[in-house]
Protein backbone atom coordinates (compact mmCIF):
# COMPACT_ATOMS: atom_id res chain seq x y z
CA UNK A 1 0.00 0.00 0.00
CA UNK A 2 1.40 3.33 -0.82
CA UNK A 3 1.65 6.06 1.47
CA UNK A 4 3.23 9.08 1.81
CA UNK A 5 4.93 10.16 5.06
CA UNK A 6 5.61 13.73 5.99
CA UNK A 7 8.40 15.01 8.26
CA UNK A 8 10.09 18.35 9.54
CA UNK A 9 7.03 20.11 11.20
CA UNK A 10 7.43 21.73 14.72
CA UNK A 11 7.52 25.03 16.56
CA UNK A 12 9.43 27.78 15.26
CA UNK A 13 9.51 31.56 15.89
CA UNK A 14 8.40 34.17 13.41
CA UNK A 15 11.25 34.68 11.06
CA UNK A 16 12.59 31.44 10.86
CA UNK A 17 13.26 28.23 8.97
CA UNK A 18 11.68 24.77 8.35
CA UNK A 19 12.28 22.29 5.81
CA UNK A 20 9.40 19.79 5.43
CA UNK A 21 10.01 16.20 3.58
CA UNK A 22 7.49 14.00 1.87
CA UNK A 23 8.70 10.25 0.58
CA UNK A 24 6.02 7.62 -1.09
CA UNK A 25 6.89 4.66 0.60
CA UNK A 26 5.40 1.08 -1.05
CA UNK A 27 5.17 0.61 -5.04
CA UNK A 28 4.04 3.55 -7.01
CA UNK A 29 4.82 4.55 -10.52
CA UNK A 30 4.12 7.33 -12.86
CA UNK A 31 4.34 10.34 -10.32
CA UNK A 32 3.59 13.25 -11.87
CA UNK A 33 2.38 16.65 -10.11
CA UNK A 34 3.64 16.82 -6.57
CA UNK A 35 2.45 19.46 -4.31
CA UNK A 36 1.80 21.36 -0.62
CA UNK A 37 -1.13 21.87 0.53
CA UNK A 38 -2.19 23.75 4.16
CA UNK A 39 -5.03 24.23 6.52
CA UNK A 40 -5.23 26.58 8.96
CA UNK A 41 -7.37 26.35 11.80
CA UNK A 42 -11.33 27.24 11.04
CA UNK A 43 -9.88 27.59 7.45
CA UNK A 44 -10.05 25.95 4.11
CA UNK A 45 -7.38 23.97 2.38
CA UNK A 46 -5.20 25.77 0.38
CA UNK A 47 -2.67 24.87 -2.07
CA UNK A 48 0.77 26.15 -1.03
CA UNK A 49 3.17 25.34 -3.78
CA UNK A 50 3.33 22.60 -7.00
CA UNK A 51 5.75 20.99 -8.96
CA UNK A 52 5.39 19.74 -12.41
CA UNK A 53 7.04 16.94 -13.27
CA UNK A 54 9.70 18.69 -15.41
CA UNK A 55 10.95 20.39 -12.63
CA UNK A 56 8.57 23.80 -13.06
CA UNK A 57 7.62 25.40 -9.53
CA UNK A 58 4.67 27.66 -8.56
CA UNK A 59 3.50 29.14 -5.50
CA UNK A 60 0.93 31.02 -4.05
CA UNK A 61 1.11 34.43 -3.90
CA UNK A 62 1.48 35.01 0.36
CA UNK A 63 4.39 32.53 0.14
CA UNK A 64 6.31 33.61 -3.23
CA UNK A 65 9.94 34.80 -1.86
CA UNK A 66 9.76 33.02 1.06
CA UNK A 67 9.04 29.25 0.30
CA UNK A 68 11.03 26.57 -2.48
CA UNK A 69 9.72 23.63 -3.61
CA UNK A 70 11.67 20.75 -5.10
CA UNK A 71 11.46 17.15 -5.57
CA UNK A 72 13.30 14.19 -5.85
CA UNK A 73 12.29 11.80 -9.02
CA UNK A 74 14.66 9.22 -7.63
CA UNK A 75 13.17 9.13 -3.97
CA UNK A 76 9.99 10.06 -4.61
CA UNK A 77 10.20 12.70 -2.57
CA UNK A 78 8.92 16.40 -2.66
CA UNK A 79 10.53 19.03 0.08
CA UNK A 80 9.32 22.57 0.65
CA UNK A 81 12.02 25.18 2.42
CA UNK A 82 9.82 27.42 4.29
CA UNK A 83 12.00 30.65 5.08
CA UNK A 84 10.96 33.93 6.85
CA UNK A 85 7.96 32.46 8.80
CA UNK A 86 5.09 34.59 9.63
CA UNK A 87 2.56 33.83 12.42
CA UNK A 88 -0.52 33.38 9.36
CA UNK A 89 1.93 30.18 7.97
CA UNK A 90 0.13 28.33 11.05
CA UNK A 91 -1.14 25.28 10.16
CA UNK A 92 -0.91 21.66 9.16
CA UNK A 93 0.48 21.00 5.66
CA UNK A 94 -0.30 17.97 3.99
CA UNK A 95 1.85 16.39 0.98
CA UNK A 96 -0.05 15.69 -2.13
CA UNK A 97 1.29 13.31 -5.73
CA UNK A 98 -0.68 12.78 -8.15
CA UNK A 99 -0.55 9.62 -10.65
CA UNK A 100 -0.23 10.26 -14.80
CA UNK A 101 -3.48 7.64 -14.28
CA UNK A 102 -4.98 10.32 -12.16
CA UNK A 103 -4.84 8.75 -9.09
CA UNK A 104 -4.38 11.29 -6.26
CA UNK A 105 -2.41 10.85 -2.60
CA UNK A 106 -2.31 12.47 0.16
CA UNK A 107 0.24 12.41 3.46
CA UNK A 108 -1.62 13.03 6.88
CA UNK A 109 -0.39 16.37 7.85
CA UNK A 110 2.47 17.77 9.85
CA UNK A 111 1.68 20.79 12.12
CA UNK A 112 3.95 23.99 11.52
CA UNK A 113 3.66 26.50 14.39
CA UNK A 114 4.66 29.54 14.33
CA UNK A 115 5.33 32.23 17.18
CA UNK A 116 4.63 35.60 17.27
Known amino acids: QVQLVESGGGLVQAGGSLRLSCAAS????????MAWYRQAPGKQRELVAHITNTGRPSYTDSVKGRFAISRENAKRAVYLQMNSLKAEDTAVYYC??????????WGKGTLVTVSS
Open 96 to 105: YMSRTDGIAL
Open 26 to 33: GGIFGIDT
